[in-house]
């Protein structure tokens, strides 16, 4: 493999393996010594980053284990249980591969496909990579449900050719850990992050998904749910972000001009009743007039949230934090 420097002059290795985990202390040995297997037998220069999520078991004492072992291991201990996502933005910001490689800790994931993965990347040029586990051991009730998730999540971000958002396994390039911002519980839509900072050539690679050899999973049902929301919020953000007042003025005003008009209908239909002579009860016996002054209320809030919204965003020190793949004479 060729050998990269960087500008402090590190030599940067080929593959950066991140693995975020919970207790799972008794596979970690075992996938360990099964990627170092394939790393040495492709010739990779590479090193195994383990974020340990505030793991309750011995996790930790086993990746001391492996880093007096092998100077290819590095680890992260959280002080407690934050998540996936914070997970896998600390091992991003610390990874210094070419190619980020990120996997689960359970072996459900293959290393095997690693070499694979590091080839589509670095040769077919794409920005990232994700597994698509097309034949899976897990039961009904948690394929059904991610058939649906993975249907909304293309429809959503309108990256149609993913058929598995939320596959641990996935490769990139260094570039995009280096400028994504993974957060909350945002590592189901890591593609849908990489598309809006601009790393647009999304592949995805079929992969080998083994049934669970150890403990049990570490997610319920409440995922699907928690992930509709996000998927909600990613989308707002992206599109709205920094355009606040274009959803909520526009909608604001809607509501506003809907209650307004109503109004204005009532109280004709109040006069041409008096013009008339004919019998009218008053205006304010009539639902329809509360209804009308609760829209334009609600309007006015709606316009309002979208204004302050707005003078948030441009008080914003991102405000113009744009992605700039390269420059010709300019000096940073």
């Not at 284990?65 to 201990?77: H, N």
């Not at 994931?109 to 994700?130: A, C, F, K, N, W």
């Not at 707002?236 to 355009?243: H, M, T, V, Y």
């Amino acid at each position: 493999m060729e050998t990269v420097v960087n500008i402090n002059n590190e030599i940067w290795p080929d593959i950066s393996v991140v693995v975020p985990l919970y207790n799972e202390e008794e596979s970690l040995p075992e996938l360990y010594e099964w990627i170092e297997r394939v790393m040495n037998s492709e010739g990779f220069t590479f090193e195994v980053i383990f974020i340990n999520d505030g793991s309750t078991d011995r996790s930790w004492d086993v990746i001391e284990e492996l880093g007096r072992r092998s100077d290819k291991v590095r680890g992260i201990k959280f002080r407690r249980n934050y998540g996936k996502s914070p997970a896998l933005y600390c091992g991003f910001k610390e990874a210094k591969g070419r190619v980020v490689i990120t996997m689960d800790a359970d072996l459900q994931d293959s290393p095997d496909e690693i070499p694979e993965l590091y080839r589509m990347i670095t040769e077919e040029g794409y920005d990232l990579v994700s597994g698509y586990k097309q034949k899976r051991y897990d039961p009904l009730s948690k394929t059904i449900p991610t058939k649906l998730f993975n249907a909304t999540a293309r429809k959503i971000s309108g990256i149609k050719n993913l058929h598995d958002f939320n596959c641990g396994l996935k490769a990139y390039r260094a570039e995009v850990v280096k400028n994504i911002e993974v957060y909350g519980e945002m590592h189901r839509y890591i593609p849908y992050l990489a598309k809006n900072a601009g790393f647009d050539k999304i592949g995805e690679k079929v992969v080998h998904h083994q049934a669970r050899k150890y403990g049990k999973s570490k997610f319920g049902l409440n995922r699907f749910f928690n992930g509709y929301l996000d998927l909600i919020t990613l989308w707002f953000l992206s599109n709205f972000g920094k355009k606040p007042m274009h959803v909520f003025g526009f909608l604001g005003t809607l509501v506003f001009l809907i209650g307004f008009i109503a109004a204005i209908v009532i109280g004709v239909d109040k006069l041409y009743c008096l013009a008339s002579g004919i019998p009218a009860r008053l205006v304010t016996d009539s639902p329809y007039f509360y209804i009308s002054l609760t829209m334009m209320m609600i309007g006015t809030q709606l316009f309002l949230a979208g204004f302050i919204g707005d003078l948030i965003s441009r008080s914003s020190q991102s405000r113009n934090d744009y992605q700039i793949a390269k420059t010709i004479g300019i000096k940073s």
